[in-house]
Nanobody, 122 residues
Framework: QVQLVESGGGLVQAGGSLRLSCAAS????????MGWFRQAPGKEREFVSV????????YYADSVKGRFTISRDNAKNTVYLQMNSLNPEDTAVYYC???????????????WGQGTQVTVSS
């Protein structure tokens, strides 16, 4: 069993930055690939980024490539999402999730956090 808790969301102006954190607990938490997803009101949950369990491979949605950076610190059982050059289209609830592989399809993820709100004002 893995428990995930996100933090770091908030309100930011367009062009600004935020860093989200996802703290994982559980005996094998550091062995999972960790993904970030987001869901805006009235829209489906969408893939943002994923990092494999060693941190050697990362993948991004085209919409965030070059602006967002995912990283992890397995000693702290924490995954980060650094978000730069934010725009209003990035407004959503952001979720971290754990899976046994670096998937972009949320159906593969067994464990989810409660989400953290990110709001970007224009």
């Amino acid at each position: 069993q893995v428990q995930l808790v996100e933090s770091g969301g908030g309100l930011v102006q367009a062009g600004g930055s935020l860093r989200l954190s996802c703290a994982a607990s559980g005996r094998t938490a550091s062995t999972y690939a960790m993904g970030w997803f987001r869901q805006a009101p009235g829209k489906e949950r969408e893939f943002v980024s994923v990092i494999n369990w060693t941190g050697s491979r990362t993948y991004y949605a085209d919409s965030v490539k070059g602006r967002f950076t995912i990283s992890r610190d397995n000693a702290k059982n924490t995954v980060y999402l650094q978000m730069n050059s934010l725009n209003p289209e990035d407004t959503a609830v952001y979720y971290c999730a754990a899976a046994n592989g670096a998937y972009s399809d949320y159906a593969h993820y067994a464990y989810w956090g409660q989400g953290t709100q990110v709001t970007v004002s224009s």
